[in-house]
């Protein structure tokens, strides 16, 4: 449960906070611009709808921000590593659950990691959006100019992405910094004229809107929602700074800054319903409204930049942990493993973001698709919570289960407010997650088959190699190293290779990639090497889900623990199959065998995924019919 990421900090603790306000609070700070807006819209603008629709707003931010995530999730850390796969994999040692218990808390925490893709597709198009209308405010004519200018920033956000962010993820900070302070002096200045706002911090105005108008407060809840969407984002990067840094930047500024707007809002509309069309923009004087418009896109090109790049870790967490296709991931930057870019999801990404552009052309229309899935993953996020505190931490289930049941009930009041935005476009985020987990558990449960097929039709390697012992095979120098997920059996590569011609390397690694349920592992514990006797030796190297494999770089540290291994004269063996469906499966079983060849065609080879080099690599195909 304990963390060494927050007790390593040498950049110190401020300056921590203020980088961790461009990486983790981008999503919600810049929520301000639509949330209260989109809210109000559902509501009529008196003051009995912005007291109630305030009050909910800053006890969501208490209870579900400042409760929940900061305070109680972010205890969860796997390795000072967030996000659902980092807590479902804190369940992945109980051994006190049934191997169906786990699979099913499997099954639902993959549910919720991908639900996460739709998030990531309609943050950028709603936050970039809804930065560009403020141009509105400024000139209502060129209002035809909005999705044109949203779409050219979004294309120029994901064709820069190959670059990484290391070098203009310095600015984050201070530019949030600067965008929260901002925000919090336009609201201020209004709730000055207006103070009467202020009585909307009671949850008393809340209940009475609640009970004055329970229809209303249903749709208002949707809406109310957006202002906490970013928490999931929040969790998931907590390993980039650890949890002091987040919870300090949280309360001392992003929290204050944000009631402090959303009240000034609220004042706005009070002192004149004509703005409950623009509460944000209509916050500042004309003359302030084109840098205000430049601020806010920039803040919200951060946001987007933050998501992106969650989508990307959260890729290769799944990859490594065997639940998604090999794809190309490549790292950004020397210094930091976190810079990866993962180039087929950049595409997916951008070219759903724009069509959700054209298809929704407003921020507010977009509001209606956004909010389903991030609330199914929270109430995901609470079941496994649960789990963890009970069985992980050992605390004592009758004092856990009423805060579960409590937290839940405020998740599962959102999801039945998100549920009514289903036809209005909230079903697009779900087809996409319910795609992406269905990819995930074909391609798991189908390298699953292959290997126990391969097993199936293969040799144990004690018994390989006793038959060796009897016979009088020929070695040629050089060191051979053949990637297998076969352990103990003989790697299909090499019995296919020794089939069709019989001659060994003179020294030979079974070499076996391990991805541990643990964020990292240090270098100095890579390597597992157990000698077998004849030459033959099983090298074991392990990877935490956060890290890329690179083969020769394992070897290298191979080489400074055994100096008789020759680097120079290593060839690389890689069996390459190819997935036939059968013809006797059902027509479930079918469907999932052809998408696992599709997957399994598309999927990026082992040279490039483990860093191989090209003239060194020897394929050998075979035809697989499962």
Not at 177 to 197: E, N
Request: glycine fraction near 8%.
């Amino acid at each position: 449960m304990a963390t060494g990421q927050d007790e390593k900090q040498p950049a110190g603790l401020a300056a921590l906070s203020v980088s961790a306000l461009g990486i983790v609070y981008g999503d919600i700070g810049t929520s301000p611009l639509y949330a209260f807006r989109t809210a109000l819209g559902r509501a009529t603008p008196d003051e009995m709808s912005v007291l109630g629709i305030l009050s909910m707003i800053v006890w969501s931010l208490v209870i579900v921000v400042s409760l929940k995530y900061l305070l109680l999730v972010m205890r969860a850390d796997n390795n000072g590593e967030g996000g659902v796969l980092a807590l479902l994999a804190l369940l992945q040692p109980w051994r006190g659950a049934s191997r169906r218990g786990k699979g099913v808390l499997l099954v639902i925490g993959l549910f919720g990691a991908a639900l996460l893709y739709g998030d990531g597709m309609i943050t950028p198009a709603i936050s970039v959006l809804s930065a560009v209308e403020g141009i509105q405010t400024i000139e209502p004519t060129i209002s035809d100019f909005v999705v044109p200018i949203t779409i050219v920033i979004l294309l120029g956000l994901f064709s820069v992405q190959w670059r990484g962010t290391a070098r203009v993820a310095v600015l984050f900070g201070p530019v949030m910094l600067v965008w929260f302070v901002v925000i919090a002096l336009l609201g201020l200045a209004q709730i000055m004229q207006h103070p009467v706002v202020l009585k909307a911090l009671s949850p008393l105005y809340a209940v009475e809107f609640g009970i004055a108008r329970p229809g209303v407060t249903a749709m208002v809840m949707g809406a109310v929602f957006l202002a906490v969407t970013g928490c999931e984002a929040l969790y998931a990067d907590m390993g980039h700074f650890g949890r002091p840094p987040i919870r300090l930047a949280w309360f001392a500024c992003v929290f204050p800054c944000l009631v402090i707007n959303y009240f000034g809002q609220g004042a706005l509309v009070l002192s004149d319903s004509a703005h409950a069309g623009q509460t944000f923009y209509g916050l500042a004087p004309g003359f302030l409204r084109i840098p205000l418009v430049l601020l806010a896109t920039a803040a919200t090109i951060i946001a987007s930049q933050a998501v992106i790049s969650g989508a990307f870790s959260l890729t290769r967490q799944a990859v490594q942990l065997g639940q998604f296709p090999r794809v190309e991931i490549r790292q950004t930057s020397a210094e930091e493993t976190g810079q990866i870019y993962v180039p087929a999801i950049n595409l997916f990404l951008a070219v759903s973001t724009v069509a959700l552009v054209l298809a929704f052309r407003s921020s507010e229309n977009l509001a209606a698709a956004y909010g389903i899935a991030v609330s199914t993953t929270m109430v995901i996020t609470t079941i496994l919570l649960y789990f963890v505190m009970v069985y992980r931490w050992k605390w004592k289930a009758r004092f856990v289960l009423p805060l579960i049941l409590c937290l839940a009930l405020i998740d599962l009041t959102f999801l039945a407010a998100n549920s009514l935005k289903i036809m209005e476009g909230g079903w697009l985020p779900l087809a996409v997650g319910a795609g992406i987990f269905v990819i995930m558990r074909t391609w798991a449960s189908g390298r699953g088959r292959l290997i126990t097929y391969l097993n199936r039709n293969g040799q144990y390697m004690d018994a390989f190699l006793d038959d060796l012992r009897h016979k009088n095979v020929p070695r040629v120098p050089g060191t051979a190293v053949f990637l297998t997920a076969s352990l103990p059996h003989v790697p299909p590569a090499l019995l296919h290779q020794f089939w069709h011609l019989p001659v060994l390397h003179e020294r030979i690694i079974l070499l076996h990639v391990e991805s541990e349920e643990v964020p990292k592992v240090n270098a100095r514990q890579r390597l597992e090497v157990k000698d077998l006797g004849q030459n033959f030796s099983v090298v074991h190297a392990h990877y935490g889900f956060m890290q890329s494999p690179n083969i020769p770089v394992a070897l290298r540290l191979l080489g400074e623990i055994d100096d008789s291994l020759d680097l120079d004269h290593v060839t690389y063996f890689v069996g390459h199959e190819t997935i036939i469906p059968s013809q006797d499966a059902s027509f479930l079983r079918r469907w999932q065998e052809k998408l696992f060849a599709v997957l399994t065609r598309n999927a990026v080879r082992a040279t490039a995924f483990y860093k191989l080099p090209p003239e060194k690599v020897v394929e050998l195909g075979m035809q697989i019919e499962i």
